[in-house]
């Protein structure tokens, strides 16, 4: 891994990737017709993470790079796995809610990985963490109150479930910390481009969409790898709590890009989103300085 000569370095290479990973919903709404090309986009974006990542990997490690693979274990079958449906559903949420919603239950990814750590690897649960994911349910509840056709709740729990893919990706790097992080993110680009593939054939669709379409599926795929290899260098300095803290680049920029009239999308949340992103903010921030045992992996959208 690359290492920084000076550690004050670190906290703008977060922030970088997390600015890097905020474009993902602006690109995914610059698709023609995002819901019609889903498992396309799934496909392009799949191979690109998978070819990328092992790339870099290759200048890294050199021709052993491979043996990565064999140190995975079953602990980064189940997170490959987890971090590859959190994909797949990301773009169900995006194309069916606004970016808002789906960012926001992103964000809270942090309070379902502590669940998932209670439940399954016996971490305690401080009484700081319970009424951060209390006070992050009532925002969502909230924005779900506010959706008021089935799409807007299909995006919800689409959004959702692709915050428990990654908490689940995320669980299983505690379980295992010795798990070989870039080969897992590899592994669950790898799923998305077999499932697609699969879906793809059995539809009896074109395996490719425009050229436009292609060149920001590849581009989003890119965004993930190039943020989180900039996140990795930089999270060898900085406490867990802090990346927690700049991890909200992503979603707020996220939001922020969408809306923006000069780029030409516009989007405007909701009363309650806004309402109920607040409460998410809140618990966010509340979880990140204070609870300092807790890690959240990054948020690959």
């Known amino acids: 891994m690359i290492q920084l000569k000076n550690p004050k370095g670190a906290i703008p290479l977060v922030l970088i990737a997390g600015l890097l990973w905020s474009f993902g919903p602006y690109v995914v709404r610059n698709i023609d017709e995002p819901h019609l090309v889903p498992w396309q986009y799934l496909f392009t974006r799949g191979i690109v993470i998978f070819i990328l990542l092992n790339f870099f990997l290759y200048l890294e490690e050199g021709k052993s790079f491979y043996k990565n693979y064999f140190k995975m274990g079953i602990s980064g079958l189940i997170g490959g796995a987890g971090l590859g449906a959190a994909m797949i559903t990301f773009i169900w949420s995006i194309t069916n809610t606004s970016a808002a919603i789906t960012l926001l239950c992103l964000a809270s990814m942090p309070f379902i990985t502590a669940l998932l750590g209670f439940l399954f690897l016996k971490e305690k649960v401080s009484v700081n963490t319970w009424i951060s994911i209390i006070i992050a349910s009532i925002g969502i509840i909230i924005m779900a109150l506010g959706s008021k056709n089935s799409n807007n709740i299909f995006g919800l729990l689409f959004g959702l479930i692709s915050a428990l893919g990654f908490a689940i990706f995320s669980t299983t790097l505690r379980w295992r910390k010795d798990t070989p992080k870039f080969t ?35 581009l989003h795929g890119s965004l993930v ?42 989007e405007i949340p909701s009363t309650n989103t806004i309402v109920g992103g607040f409460l998410i903010f809140i618990s966010i921030f509340y979880y990140s300085f204070l609870i300092q045992n807790n890690k959240r992996f990054i948020g690959l959208n």
């Open 225 to 266: 790898c190039f943020g989180l290899i900039l996140y990795s260098i930089g999270s060898k300095h900085i406490p867990a709590a802090d990346l927690t803290l700049l991890s909200l680049t992503e979603v707020i920029g996220g939001i922020f890009w969408v809306w923006l009239p000069w780029l030409g999308i516009n």
């Open 184 to 218: 897992t993110v590899s592994v669950a680009g790898l799923i998305c481009f077999i499932f697609s593939s699969v879906m793809i054939i059995s539809l009896d669709i074109n395996f490719l969409s425009s050229g436009k379409n292609e060149s920001l599926f590849a």
